[in-house]
């Protein structure tokens, strides 16, 4: 079974600056892929960034990118220059061998953005 | 693409009535997903459909709850009959087919927000 965890519930940061959010996962697999979705107030599930396990070279995507640390089973999400529209709930999720199973969510982080 | 579609968006309904619930995946995706999300749980998969047969139903909670998929451009979950404890947002995702290290990404309809009174 895989297990992920997000020990933030809540974080905040100025308009601007850089944000890292916290994630966790245990897995037996050796096969399977990580991800960060945002839900807005709008509650669409979007995805923001992917990584596949055997990549060592970590994911970004513009103004966000990960810090994926496989042995110690991490992956957090910064995101750099952070806009009032990324103000979010931020969700991380695994999914085992290629993706195409079920997603594992954690409880998530709501990031408040300050102006 | 017009992305994934769910129907209706909200759903209000009396305790015992039967719910139904719709999804049309992206064209061209061999995987639906039909998730729920609420405060206590959290987001928890229901069920999981590859080339319109079910795969996974481990997540659905009781015999109260059902999920179709006749062709690959429709399903549906249906709740008979619905209880106050249904009620949450429920999602449907779709996937196109990953080859070796391929894309497993998964996309989210809009939800349903349903509430049984």
């Known amino acids: 079974a895989q297990t992920v965890t997000q020990s933030q519930p809540e974080m905040s940061v100025q308009e601007a600056e850089t944000v890292t959010l916290s994630c966790t996962y245990d897995?037996?697999?050796?096969?399977?892929?990580l991800f960060w979705y945002k839900q807005p107030p709008s509650r669409q599930m979007i995805l923001v960034i992917r990584?596949?396990?055997?990549?060592?070279q970590n994911a970004t995507e513009n103004r966000f990118s990960v810090n994926f640390q496989k042995a110690a089973k991490s992956f957090s999400l910064k995101i750099s220059d952070s806009q009032l529209g990324d103000a979010a709930m931020y969700f991380c999720?695994?999914?085992?061998?290629?993706?195409?199973?079920?997603?594992?969510f954690g409880t998530g982080t709501r990031l408040t953005i300050i102006p | 693409d017009a992305g994934v579609i769910q129907s209706p968006r909200h759903e209000v309904t009396e305790m015992g009535q039967e719910v139904t619930l719709r999804c049309k995946p992206i064209?061209?995706?061999?995987?639906l997903f039909w998730y729920r999300q609420t405060m206590m749980r959290g987001l928890e998969l229901l069920i999981y459909?590859?080339?319109?047969?079910?795969?996974?139903d481990s997540g659905m909670p009781e015999d109260r709850f059902s999920a179709k998929m006749p062709n690959a451009s429709f399903s549906t979950l249906k709740i008979q009959p619905s209880e106050p404890r249904d009620s949450a947002v429920y999602f449907c995702?779709?996937?196109?087919?990953?080859?070796?290290?391929?894309?497993?990404?998964?996309?989210f309809g809009p939800g349903t927000r349903l509430t049984v009174l």
């Open positions: 897995t037996s697999e050796s096969d399977y892929y």
């Open positions: 990584q596949e396990a055997y990549k060592q």
């Open positions: 064209s061209g995706h061999d995987y």
């Open positions: 995702a779709s996937s196109p087919t990953s080859g070796i290290y391929g894309d497993g990404t998964q996309y």
């Open positions: 459909f590859n080339n319109n047969v079910p795969i996974d």
């Open positions: 999720a695994s999914a085992r061998g290629f993706g195409n199973e079920k997603l594992t």
